[in-house]
């Protein structure tokens, strides 16, 4: 009983660990043990400065702005850094540059909710209500193997590109989900729409993939990224995939590979930053080049060490 209790709260600790490389895992070992131990925050030395936020800059696509902090301290100050040199830059007042916000992600114009997912255990099928461009619709009979279980939990993404809307359906946490694309006409036309079945392959649709999460699914259709909640115990709240997606004989084959965890996306950059939980280190996945950098700044003496990382679309970080 006691193993399988520890499993089971060591499990999000787990998945978190095969997102991390080698290099920083072996380096924040005893980071992961006390999250996965306490599930809290480990105490920093007093003195020590680390990276607790990440802003875009106006006039460079390859300059960030960093905000440093010190543990024990209320000093707050800014310095840019380079993405292709990896090199600190000045020291700035925070308010003093101009800032460009990240992506969210793809706006939906037909303004896409799914409100309910209502299972029928007597006939192993799912009712779903949907308001779409202002008209509440009701999509019903989606064949479903669990209608019966107890607490069933959904997530769902609008791709513009395809004028479809997925749905994704499980009844826990640690299962993975039921995908279904519902596709229409067009964005502004909800006559005609059909359901069709998805094949989900990839590493992000496995047990790391948290439809209890209020996390909201985040589309950038123009770089193939999607980005996804997290099942992690006080670690990043979601993980950002590669995609491709192929429509055969009315069923899609979505494929979707994890490539960082964490991650804001700078779309015009074409780049996801990643910056840890409190720490002095860097990830920087490009999406054309499909190599990710680390970067482990020495926030006193401006010294950078850099590690590369190549991912295939085939492959999840390990």
């Known amino acids: 009983q006691f193993l399988l209790f520890y499993f089971w709260k060591s499990w999000p600790c787990v998945i978190m660990s095969s997102f991390i490389s080698l290099p920083l895992f072996t380096a924040t070992a005893a980071f992961l043990a006390h999250i996965c131990n306490s599930c809290s925050l480990p105490p920093l030395d007093v003195g020590t400065k680390f990276i607790s936020g990440v802003q875009l800059l106006n006039d460079s696509l390859d300059d960030v702005l960093l905000t440093i902090r010190t543990e024990g301290s209320s000093n707050v100050y800014c310095q840019t850094w380079n993405a292709i040199t990896g090199t600190l830059g000045s020291v700035t007042e925070c308010d003093a540059v101009g800032i460009r916000a990240w992506n969210d992600g793809d706006t939906d114009p037909s303004g896409t909710v799914i409100s309910t997912v209502v299972p029928d255990a ?4 799912l ?21 019966s279980a107890v607490g069933l939990e959904f997530k769902y993404w ?12 499980s009844y826990e946490m640690y299962s993975v989900p039921t995908i279904y694309g519902i ?8 006559d005609n729409y059909e359901v069709l079945n998805v094949s989900a392959t990839g590493n992000a649709f496995d047990a ?3 439809v209890t999460s209020s996390f909201e699914i985040a589309v950038f259709g123009s770089l193939n990224l999607i980005q996804f909640p997290l ?6 709240d979601s993980f950002v995939a590669q ?7 009315g069923q899609y084959t979505f494929t979707a590979n994890s490539v960082i965890s964490g991650g804001s996306v700078d779309v015009v950059a074409q780049r996801i930053y990643e910056w840890g939980l409190r720490g002095n280190a860097l990830r920087v996945y490009d999406v054309n080049s499909g190599e990710i950098e680390t970067y482990v700044l020495d926030l006193d003496t401006a010294a950078t060490i850099s590690l590369t990382e190549t991912l295939s679309t085939a492959e999840t970080m390990s």
């Open 158 to 169: 609008t791709m513009n590109e395809l004028n479809a809307t997925f749905l994704a359906v």
């Open 122 to 125: 007597d006939n192993d099928v």
């Open 127 to 147: 009712t779903v209500a949907m308001n779409r461009n202002g008209e509440q619709l009701t999509i019903a009979n989606l064949s479903y193997a669990n209608a």
């Open 183 to 190: 596709q229409f006409a067009s964005l502004n036309n909800n």
């Open 243 to 249: 995609y491709e997606l192929q429509q055969v004989s």
């Open 231 to 236: 099942v992690c115990c006080l670690c990043y």
């Open 208 to 210: 790391s993939f948290d």
